[in-house]
Structures are given as C-alpha cells and as structure tokens.
C-alpha cells in the first residue's frame, strides 16, 4: 500500500508528532512511505503544487500528520487543504486517516475539521489518532499506535469508513441594509478584527451594518492586509520573554492594536469548515500572549457570512475561543434568515456587556480547556516563564489538592455514610448541613 504522509508541522522533520509515523513505518515495513511536509513547504507549495499532485494521485492511504495549534490544524496545514481544493485534482474514492499529538486541548475540533474536509472532496474517512505528546515514550502509547494502525489497516481491508455527512447546500445569502451613520462623534473602542477580500460586498455590507447600530466607536483591522512573515512556526521563542521569532512586528501591533480595545468582533466568511486560512495564521500567532487569557472579561462576538448553522464543529470552536479566553461572547450574528436583526441584536448585547461588565462564569468548555492549561504550565513553569508568571498573578493555579479543609468534610461525610446505622439515624440531616450556608446568603441578602 502507498501511504503518503502529510505532515503539517511547521517543523518538518523535527515534528514530535511525525515520530509516532516513523515508529509504525519499523512496525509495517512493507508498505511504501512518502512525506511531504506541506507545514515547512508552505511557501513553495504555493508556487509549485505539481509534485504534490502526483504523489496525492499515487497515494492508496493519505496519513494527515499534525500538532494541534489552537482549535484545530497549524495555518500552515489549513492553507494546504484550500490549496488541494482549488487544485481541482480528484481524489474521490481515496482513503485518509490522522495522527496528531497534543495536550488535548480541543483536538476532537481538529480532527472534526480534517475529516470534514476530506469528504468534501470524496475521500474515505477512517478515525484518526489522538495522542499527548509524550504517549510514544510509553509501553502503552506504543501500544495504543500499533492498535491505531491495525484499526487502519482492518477498515481499508473490509471498507469500514467514517459515516459520510449530508453534503452542506450552498449558503443563501440575505440582502443586509446599512443605514446612514456617522461614527465620528461616537464614543469608546470596539475593533472588527476581518479577512474580509475586496470582492466580498456581503461581509462589507455585514461590518458596515454592525457599526452603523452599535452606539460605540468602531474601526476595522483587516489581517489580509498585515504583511505576516509566515504561520506560528511552534518555536517557542516567546516562551521566556513573549517576543516573537518574527521580525513583521505582529506581537507589538497585537498588543497595542487590537487587545487595548474595549471589545473584539470578528468578521469573516466560512471557508472549509473554518474561519480559513488568514484567520487561522492570525490565531496561530497570538501564540507570542502564550496560554495567557489577556483578553479576560473583554466581551467579544462575530459576523459570520456563510452556511454556520451546519457548521457545527466551527460553532463549537467559536464558544470554546470565547470561554477559555474568559469572554462574553455577545453573539454570532449571520447573513442566513434576518441578518439586519441579527447584528442589531448582537450590537445591543455587546453594549449592554460594556456597560455593565458582564462576564458571566465559564462553562465546560471554558473549565474544561482551562484545567489543561493550568496543569501544563504548572508542569513547564521552567519554560513558560511568561505563563507561570501570569497565572500565579491571577490566581489560575486553583488545584483541589490544595483545598485540605474540603477533603477533610469529605472524608467525614464519606464515614458517616458508610454505616447504615448512622445513615439512617441522620435522616434529611445530610441535604439540610448541605443548604445550611446558601441559606445564610438568602437571609442576610437584600434588594440591591
């Protein structure tokens, strides 16, 4: 069988995760391996796709091998699929799988994003690999690698493939009106981060609209038109001191013009499943605040032209960024049905956030993401000087280890309960010790 290896890695062969592709190339030599590394060639893959092509068109299996940068695949990967895409070369009948390695940190929206992709263009999905990045230095990660490919293996052999989705209509784009305005002699920062091409009149239409009905001085950045140097290139040079690897000045024109606003609103279309490519380059290089949540308590929301109520893996990544991040997300306003009401709607909520402060607490998919964060920066404090430093500053450290008199109830609660005797002697004492200091707050409360 051929395999061809897509290693998205903006470190090539340096990759961690290309080592779990090497470790099962010992294990099955008998099939044939290439690489590209699509991550590190980017920038010639964007001149020359032609050798790229032919050994796509060779390729029995295509092996999507990645880290995970926030949410999903490295900028670097996402520009490649959109280069496959526009390349028009057929691979309808193909089969795929992936391997990425991370904290698990959202990798379930990574691995959504790959397959969505592959079978937008007819390619045979087999679930994918996610490991942490240590797991191949481990008998059981070794294990769990050698199981993956047997997986793989057995499901090309007996065409056992991933459930293929309803295919997605095209988007139907509602007109949206701009009335007149005058943001001159309005008051206040709220920035409109977009991608927005000169071409797109709708996404125009959109901001123009938000800024309109907001009651708060707007302007717009587009990142199509900062000169990046390149995607996050997963060096870890703004480790120790936050500064970026890259000369184009980006972690200062961040800092300065973006996080200072009051509020953050992002603009775009969906592209492949994703905010596309530009925005996923501008995401991957906020990499220079590290895991710092610099942006907490700033409200923030999103004008989305496109098909996003059947995006559901994109609606899951848009609330996951807002509550790790600790931010309001005051809504997603859409061009679907009624976009003119939609993005009156979310002007308001956002002004109502500004005005009162609101920063409602995180849900799952903040907790969640945070607890991970939190125990990798305890464990790479040594490195991620920045980042241990930020979370000690901001309490963020908020291990349960450290709650000894909690335990302590517990182990009581835990003996009590386990004697039947005392158990039923105890009758509702249990649920009326539990209700005991809520109703302390209740009685002492008063109407504000």
Known sequence: MNILVLNGSPKGKYSITLQTVKYLRKLYPEHSYKVIHVGQCIKKLESD??????LLGKADLLLFSYPVYTFIAPSQLHRFIELLKESGQSLAGKAATQITTSKHFYDVTAHNYIQENCQDMGIRFIRGLS?????????????EAKDFFDFVLWS???????PVRQPICESRHMPVEVPEHDNADKAGDVVIVTDCHENDMQL??????????LPIKTRVVNIREYPFRGGCLGCFNCAVSGKCVYIDGFDEFLRKDIQTAQAIVYAFSVRDHSMGAVFKRYDDRQFCNGHRTVTMGMPMGYLVSGNYRAEANLQMILEGRAQVGGNFLAGVATDEENPNAEIDQMA???SYALEHQYVPPRNFYGVG?????????????GMMKADHKFYKEHDQYDFPQRQRGTMLKMYMAGALLSSPKIKA????????????????VLKTQRRR
Request: net charge positive.
């Open 204 to 213: 125009k239409s959109m901001i123009e609209r938000f800024q309109a009905v």
């Open 49 to 54: 796709f032609t050798s790229a092509g032919k």
């Open 348 to 350: 308001e909520t956002l």
């Open 425 to 440: 002697k105890m009758g509702n004492m249990m649920n009326e010790g539990m209700l005991a200091p809520y109703k302390k």
């Open 369 to 381: 993401g945070m607890k991970i964060f939190r125990d990798l920066i305890w464990l790479m404090q």
């Open 131 to 143: 490991a942490d990045m240590d797991d191949l230095l481990t008998e059981k990660g070794q294990k």
């Open 156 to 162: 090309m052999e007996t065409k056992n493939y991933e």
